[in-house]
């Protein structure tokens, strides 16, 4: 879970507070400095390295521990460290490990997000949720993601009022191909209300299922599945010279999506093939960030994330009732790649650094 954490932090933030031992006082925190990137996945390839040998794999647990880390879990996150440090030797052997136990696609792409099937064959690691009761251990991502004015024409709870956030724009509505069985499942692209008129407001429909006690969903949020580890492998051998045998793992996402397999690609064109199919098969998981940072230079992504707001504003998916755009709106500037230490943080401790840019 350390690594888990850490992987996310030196990702948002870079430099980040390297602790690997409890402090001996309180004074002691004030006294913490940012470690470098380097030294931070150091840490994270050790701590995942430890727990891949230490975990049992997801088959030895029993039922009343289906959902804990497992072998699998930490090597399928180590391949993912080695792939965003571009160490692909080492994120191609790692996860052709994965490919070892037992981990295989669910039949129904919509079956893998449905909570009766949690913890599934495809699930690697999925944060742990509980709805249909009060216990305080319920998820409500469908009340984030579910149009403002929706009330219950989708959470099923009139009373309810959704938050709108995430809204899917057209760039990702088109990014499907004709025929992709993911697309429905992913999302929406408007929702008929208690007038019977259609309301073309898309959302993402991923989290979306029947429950039983408003604002009490039962979904957990997937962290790594196998879908993942097939594609990253196949982009791990891709970057070290070209698709190669990379073919078998992009076309079985590509076959279940009900897509025609790939092949006779050049490097270049696998690259953007794989992005493509990252985008779409792991679409609202909270990966595209990371995989953008991952595969462009600043250079590269700065120009996409712009061209990206200028086509927004000059044609929104969502009508805006007259409100226009500011100045600054859909404005990215290359080091946004990293997030600002909060002004807590460096208030509170006067030894660590804003990053450049804020």
């Known amino acids: ?188 692209e408007g929702y008929t209300n208690a007038k019977g008129e259609f309301i073309g407001i898309p959302f993402v429909n991923k989290y979306n299922h029947p429950h039983t006690i408003d604002g009490r969903t039962d979904d957990n949020w997937p962290v790594l599945r196998y879908a993942d580890i097939l594609l990253m492998l196949a982009e791990a051998i891709n970057e070290q010279g070209g698709p190669g045998n990379a073919y078998q793992y992009i076309n079985q996402v590509r076959t279940r999506a009900g897509l025609k397999s790939l092949n006779a690609l050049g490097q270049e064109d696998f690259r953007i093939a794989i992005r493509h199919e990252r985008r779409v098969e792991l679409a609202f998981e909270n990966d595209r960030w990371f995989d953008l940072k991952r595969a462009l230079t600043i250079t590269q992504l700065t120009a996409l994330m712009n061209a990206h707001g200028q086509s927004e504003k000059a044609n929104p998916t969502v009508d805006r009732s007259g409100v226009s755009f500011s100045p600054n709106d859909y404005k990215f500037d290359g080091y946004e790649a990293f997030f600002p230490i909060p002004d807590r943080q460096l208030f509170l401790n006067s030894n660590l650094t804003q990053n450049p840019g804020y």
């Open 1 to 188: 879970m350390r690594a888990y954490y850490y992987f996310n932090l030196v990702r948002y933030f870079g430099p980040v507070v390297l602790m690997t031992e409890p402090l001996e006082n309180s004074a002691e925190a004030f006294k913490t400095v940012r470690s470098d990137e380097q030294v931070v996945y150091n840490q994270i390839i050790k701590d995942l390295t430890e727990a891949a040998a230490s975990l049992p794999a997801r088959s030895e647990y029993a039922a009343a521990d289906v959902g804990r880390a497992s072998k699998g879990a930490a090597l399928g996150l180590l391949g993912k460290v080695y792939l965003t440090i571009k160490d692909y030797p080492k994120a191609e052997l790692t996860l052709k490990e994965v490919l070892t136990l037992g981990y295989a696609l669910v039949g129904d792409y919509a079956a893998v997000f449905d909570p009766a099937r949690k913890n599934n064959i495809e699930s690697l690691f999925e944060v742990q949720y509980q709805g249909g009761n009060n216990l305080g251990e319920w998820s409500s991502f469908i009340y984030a993601f579910a149009p403002r004015g929706s009330e219950g024409a989708i959470t099923g709870f009139p009373t309810s009022r959704p938050q709108g956030w995430n809204i899917p724009t057209r760039s990702i509505i088109n990014e499907f191909e004709t025929g992709d069985l993911r697309k429905a499942v992913a999302l929406k």
